[in-house]
């Protein structure tokens, strides 16, 4: 009896902090769903209160009146190409880094792995002059290759604690058939480190999708604004205007697919998470 009394007060004792830690994050987002459905005077008159009327009239503004239409799309382009792109990097140079014995391989490992511990501030201003220079200022296709750059690091560490995992005799039978080396790259130790890559591509869209302070140094013109930079433009517009409501709901639209995103694939972020801090 009084080891169960013991396990119940534990049990409470660890799960009441838990659930205010958990209402203390959801309930600003929860009021602000509810505010992108207010007009302005409820938002002043009943700001913690439900809306009277759910109306969709904040959204259709925001899309139309802001361009957030445009920002979406620039958003989902440079999230898209980003991600990909890293990809493209990450994938042969996390495979040549852990399969392929050349001198300085160690070394390199070891330079992106370092990479990861450096500011990217620090890279800012170099970035904006090369940038410049390439007449890759201002835009977004230039905004994606800075993003792959800036993820490769983080790709190269985790798919290479994958790739390890894969039996090295799988490799020598695929090269005794007749496979080159690409093939065996894409066709066996590709599919095999999935799970790998599927988190990789997860967390980088996440990051592009949210990433802000680049955005802003790199992009100039609101035809090319991402979504960060264009809630940061409606916010200081609110200001004057009173478009509170629009401000709600350009939240609502950035942070949903980032929401939804998470909630498909959570389970498989964590999985590929601790595979690749177990495995690697």
Do not use: H
Not at 90 to 98: F, G, L, R, V
Request: proline letters at 4%; glycine letters at 6%.
């Amino acid at each position: 009896m009084e080891k169960s009394v013991g396990q119940f007060l534990g049990r409470t004792g660890i799960r009441i902090p838990l659930i205010l830690w958990t209402i203390a994050v959801l309930y600003p987002i929860f009021w602000m769903f509810l505010g992108s459905f207010k007009s302005n005077a409820e938002i002043y008159r009943n700001p913690w209160g439900w809306p009277e009327v759910f109306n969709f009239n904040n959204f259709s503004q925001a899309w139309s009146n802001y361009n957030i239409d445009t920002s979406v799309f620039n958003s989902l382009f440079v999230t898209v190409i980003g991600a990909v792109l890293t990809l493209v990097l990450a994938i042969p140079t996390a495979y040549a880094i852990e399969r392929i014995n050349f001198r300085g391989s160690k070394v390199l490992f070891t330079i992106y792995i370092s990479a990861m511990m450096i500011p990217m501030v620090l890279g800012w201003i170099p970035l904006f002059f090369l940038l410049s220079k390439l007449n890759l200022l201002d835009s977004i296709i230039g905004l994606s290759i800075v993003y792959a750059v800036s993820q490769l690091p983080f790709s190269i560490f985790v798919l290479t604690s994958f790739m390890s995992t894969v039996p090295k005799s799988l490799e020598e039978a695929a090269a005794i058939d007749g496979m080159s080396p690409y093939g065996i790259l894409f066709k066996v130790i590709t599919p095999l480190t999935m799970s790998g890559i599927i988190t990789v591509s997860i967390m980088n869209c996440i990051q592009f999708w949210n990433e802000y302070f680049m955005a802003l140094i790199f992009l100039q013109t609101k035809e090319n604004y991402t979504l960060a930079l264009a809630i940061d433009y409606i916010s200081n517009e609110a200001q004057y205007t009173n478009a509170w409501g629009t401000l709600f709901a350009s939240l609502v639209i950035a942070i949903l697919p980032v929401i939804i995103l998470y909630i498909i694939f959570q389970r498989r972020i964590a999985k590929g998470m601790t595979e690749g801090a177990i495995k690697g």
